[in-house]
């Protein structure tokens, strides 16, 4: 298991790349976005865009990614179904024994 600092030094590498990405799509399509809007130009801009930020990943690791934010998604869906379920089932019963409330035979002005 890596430690945190390689973690961290990973997550840094990552955001150093992406920003290394980004600098050298500007530099390939400089001038090309506004100056020209024959379809060409913008073909060849959208895909200098997709060869760039898509280099050094293949599709499978492109397709777990998405695949994870999906059932990060379906998890967030759930609970949510979930906690909108207890409130309808037990309303104001869950409301009155919230951790967040007095407690009882707890003395208020202390």
Do not use: C, H, W
Not at 72 to 84: G, P, Q, Y
């Amino acid at each position: 298991m890596p430690s945190k600092a390689k973690k961290a030094q990973e997550k840094e590498s990552k955001k150093a790349a992406q920003k290394k990405k980004e600098k050298l799509l500007e530099d390939k399509t400089f001038g090309l976005k506004n100056k020209n809007k024959s379809s060409k130009v913008q073909a060849y801009v959208k895909s200098t865009e997709r060869s760039i930020l898509n280099a050094g990943t293949d599709a499978r690791t492109r397709q777990m990614d998405a695949q994870k934010k999906e059932q990060a998604k379906a998890r967030k869906a759930l609970k949510k179904a979930k906690e909108a379920e207890q409130a309808a089932l037990f309303g104001e019963a869950l409301m009155a024994v919230s951790k967040k409330g007095p407690k009882f035979g707890a003395k208020a002005g202390k």
